[in-house]
């Protein structure tokens, strides 16, 4: 049997108020923009999260168990949920209770904290391991970092941490002649299994859905499902992960992708050799076929797959230095509010916002930017940076 394992990325980051100046500093100390993630949280649980957990929700019922999905929930995203659409909520422990779907860890504010510092990598996890728990009844065994940033080292300290199956991108730079479509074993590692995104059969859905000039399109049910069908006997898992927010944000109503989704389960299934599993089902149904090797870091974005969507150029090496390098005064001062407010100027899409690759993913870069410029987000995010830094100062001499 082929398992087909389905996982969606949730988050929403807590955006930063572009009104805020250099004037501000030293009198204003909130930095949030309260009504804009207040907005952008409830329009997107009206056009993706509330609509596309009901079809999933109607999908287990109706397979009667045969349909398995996994999600990652961000911490960012969880608290916004419950400030500001906790029905969003409702409908997830709903869907946590078919026993068809399974939660899978990550950093609790969706930071680079594995690239900076691995004691705040660590207590990120361990937070957001807990708050799942919490919330859907079940510890998490299964890890995937920020936008599957991944390497041996992550892998080792993963399964330190006692998860078995860790998520990854499937880029060609690791896997040259191979394919993502069978479980590895991360190299140095011992226990933990590796599953790999089928990039191509993921960013069809992802990205290419609605994109008429694409030769595919219109993509069918019927293209899509055949496509699947095409791995049998050359491959033992086919890993579609993929942001929640493609249906129904990414990719509108209009455009057909809640049928598209409603209509594929059945379309797949129609294949008697195909069936879905969550991550931690199909890496205890199959045994590694190989050793993979990740020295340098990878991550499921851009064509490059690296992490130059997030450090690189000047402004965002400076920012996100600046960030790590208050990880001690923060520790030390005993405020839970500061540290709460520090750790989300660690969430990566600040440091996205500051990417300067405006041509071979620049489109993609500009829809998820609500800047004008990278240089705009970077003058903002200091601005707010430098405050709460002259703000710790004080507080820790007190």
Not at 233 to 249: A, C, K, Q, R
Not at 374 to 386: D, G, S
Request: charged residues 25%; hydrophobic residues 40%.
């Amino acid at each position: 049997m082929i398992s087909v394992c389905f996982y969606f990325q949730v988050h929403q980051p807590m955006r930063l108020d572009q009104r805020y100046t250099f004037f501000d500093m030293g009198r204003k100390h909130h930095y949030r923009d309260d009504r804009a993630n207040a907005e952008i949280l409830r329009k997107v649980a009206h056009k993706c999260y509330l609509p596309a957990n009901r079809l999933m929700l109607d999908l287990i019922r109706e397979f009667q168990g045969d349909f398995r999905i996994s999600y990652s929930i961000t911490g960012v995203a969880l608290e916004q949920f419950q400030e500001f659409c906790p029905e969003v909520l409702d409908t997830f422990r709903a869907l946590a209770d078919t026993g068809c779907v399974e939660f899978i860890a990550e950093t609790y504010y969706h930071s680079l904290s594995f690239l900076f510092s691995r004691e705040e990598f660590k207590r990120q996890v361990r937070k957001h391991h807990d708050v799942m728990t919490e919330l859907f009844g079940r510890a998490p065994t299964a890890f995937r970092n920020t936008e599957l940033i991944y390497n041996n080292e992550l892998a080792k300290e993963v399964e330190r941490m006692g998860y078995k199956t860790i998520l990854t991108e499937g880029a060609d730079q690791v896997l040259g002649w191979r394919t993502p479509n069978f479980v590895y074993q991360p190299a140095g590692c011992e226990k933990i299994k590796a599953l790999l995104k089928n990039y191509r059969l993921s960013d069809d859905v992802a990205f290419r859905f609605s994109d008429r000039n694409w030769a595919e399109w219109p993509l069918t049910t019927e293209k899509y499902a055949r496509w699947v069908h095409d791995v049998a006997g050359s491959g033992e898992v086919i890993n579609l992960f993929m942001d929640y927010e493609t249906i129904g944000e990414h990719q509108w109503a209009d455009t057909g992708i809640f049928d598209f989704f409603r209509s594929l389960p059945r379309a797949i299934l129609a294949h008697r050799d195909f069936q879905f599993r969550t991550p931690t089902e199909t890496t205890a149904n199959l045994d590694p076929v190989a050793q993979l090797d990740v020295p340098h870091f990878t991550s499921w974005a851009d064509l490059e797959r690296d992490v130059t969507a997030w450090l690189g150029n000047p402004m965002q090496d400076q920012a996100a230095e600046l960030a790590y390098a208050l990880e001690d005064a923060v520790q030390g001062c005993g405020d839970d509010e500061m540290e709460a407010t520090w750790r989300e100027m660690l969430t990566s899409d600040h440091f996205y916002y500051m990417c300067t690759k405006w041509f071979s993913d620049g489109d993609v870069h500009k829809y998820f930017n609500p800047y004008e410029t990278p240089h705009q987000a970077f003058i903002v995010y200091m601005n707010a940076l430098n405050d709460f830094a002259l703000e710790l100062k004080t507080k820790t001499h007190q």
